[in-house]
């Protein structure tokens, strides 16, 4: 068994003023080169991620990690995103860490964990789900008005509070106007990557930074809303096919038919999602559009 990671000594002593003594210091996860923290205080708690100085990656985790520091910064200054999200960021000698308020909710999976079972078709349950799609299309609907694209939309980039409300996280990836990028966009989960994007992917060197837009959001909330209230992804393809060919299938455009999954029916739940997975963007509602319909 190793040991726990500890967070950055640097970003505990400035974050637990804003926390408040003594802090308890939790570790929620620890792959793919970052870690992340959850420390409460008396005050409040906020989330920390920092990269890992041992993994392969490690310079360019940091530079991730410096890139979602200039993101949160650009999109509050544009009225994009609460001033209130953001806590600190900061060096430390592995690399760069980043706080954040903490948000109490659920990932979507989780949260929908009623929804995708029979026992999910009842009256109370349909405008939550409304609700839950509604507030997040309102902010990214945000995003697009200042010229962003979230380009992460997901799963696990989706909590849902206890009063039914989506919020969004995780903004590394996010692509806005006249990025300075230290790191390229090449994707982020292939489940919920769009067709345009998985194209322009696979056409273009592993080192060439694909632009994500608005429309690619929509694409992956349809898809984050349809796997999670069905319990199967949207394009079906083997497990066992590397990234790549996997996103050469969803490349295609074509997606399952919902009314062929849906676990019960809700019509205007199922037309808004359908309508997100259209294959060409231009035919895709935009977040404004959906925020007024729900």
Request: some cysteine; overall charge negative; glycine content about 10%.
């Amino acid at each position: 068994m190793g040991t726990t990671p500890a967070p950055p000594g640097e970003a505990v002593a400035l974050l637990t003023r804003h926390t408040g003594e003594p802090a308890a210091i939790q570790i929620l996860s620890d792959r793919r080169g970052s870690r992340a923290w959850k420390l409460q205080g008396p005050k409040r708690a906020v989330a920390l991620k920092a990269n890992n100085p041992d993994g392969d990656d490690a310079r360019d985790k940091a530079g991730e990690m410096a890139q979602e520091d200039d993101h949160l910064c650009r999109l509050t200054a544009a009225g994009a995103l609460s001033p209130d999200y953001r806590v600190s960021a900061g060096t430390w000698d592995g690399g760069r860490w980043l706080a954040v308020n903490w948000i109490d909710g659920a990932p979507l999976w989780r949260a929908l964990a009623l929804a995708r079972g029979p026992e999910g078709d009842r009256a109370s349950v349909r405008p939550w789900l409304a609700g839950i799609a509604r507030t997040w299309t309102e902010q990214l609907a945000l995003m697009h008005a200042a010229g962003w694209a979230h380009a992460d939309v997901q799963p696990t980039n989706t909590l849902v509070t206890n009063d039914g409300h989506a919020a969004v996280i995780d903004y590394a990836l996010a692509c806005g106007p006249g990025d300075g990028r230290r790191v390229p966009y090449r994707g982020a989960l292939t489940h919920t990557t769009a067709p345009e994007l998985a194209a322009q992917i696979l056409d273009t060197p592993a080192d060439t930074h694909v632009q994500a837009q608005p429309p690619g959001d929509m694409w992956g909330l349809g898809a984050s809303l349809f796997w999670c209230w069905t319990g199967q992804r949207p394009v079906a393809y083997d497990d066992d096919l590397d990234r790549l060919q996997k996103l050469a299938v969803i490349a295609r455009g074509a997606t399952t038919a919902l009314r062929d999954v849906r676990p019960w029916p809700f019509p205007e739940f199922e037309d808004a999602v359908t309508g997100c997975l259209a294959p060409d963007p231009a035919d895709r509602p935009t977040a404004k559009e959906l925020t007024a319909a729900w």
